[in-house]
C-alpha cells in the first residue's frame, strides 16, 4: 500500500518562504514521478510543479523562477516556495505517479498574507 506524507506548509508574508516535503511509504517503482498541485479557493485543481526519478521538472508558469522542485531521495520530494505572493495561497497536495496509477497526500495548507 503506497502512502504519501506531507510537512511544511503554514503562514507566510508576501515575499517570504516555505517549505514543503512529501515522503512515500511502500512499493514504489524505480522510475516514478512526484509532484505538488494546489488547490485555491474559486480555482481550478492545478499543477504546481512536478519531477521524474531523473531530475526533469515541470513548472506552472507562475511559479517559474520561484519555486524549486527536488528530488530528496527515490521516495522524498519537496519544494521551496520563495518570493510566495498572495495568489499562491491554497492547500498543497503531494502527487505520486507510480507506474500510471495515482496516490494522493491528505494536503498541506499554505496561507500567505499580502
Known amino acids: 500500500q503506497v502512502q504519501l506524507a506531507e510537512s511544511g506548509g503554514g503562514k507566510a508574508q508576501a515575499g517570504g518562504s516555505l517549505r514543503l516535503s512529501c515522503t512515500a511509504s511502500?512499493?514504489?517503482?524505480?522510475?516514478?514521478?512526484m509532484g505538488w498541485y494546489r488547490q485555491a479557493s474559486g480555482k481550478q485543481f492545478e499543477l504546481v510543479a512536478d519531477?521524474?526519478?531523473?531530475?526533469?521538472a515541470n513548472y506552472a508558469d507562475s511559479v517559474k523562477g520561484r519555486f524549486t522542485i527536488s528530488r530528496d531521495s527515490a521516495k522524498t520530494v519537496s519544494l521551496q516556495m520563495n518570493n510566495l505572493k498572495h495568489e499562491n495561497t491554497g492547500v498543497y497536495y503531494c502527487?505520486?505517479?507510480?507506474?500510471?496509477?495515482?496516490?494522493w497526500g491528505k494536503g498541506t495548507l499554505v496561507t500567505v498574507s499580502s
Open positions: 502527487n505520486l505517479n507510480n507506474d500510471g496509477l495515482q496516490y
Open positions: 511502500g512499493g514504489l517503482v524505480t522510475n516514478n514521478v
Open positions: 519531477t521524474g526519478s531523473g531530475g526533469r
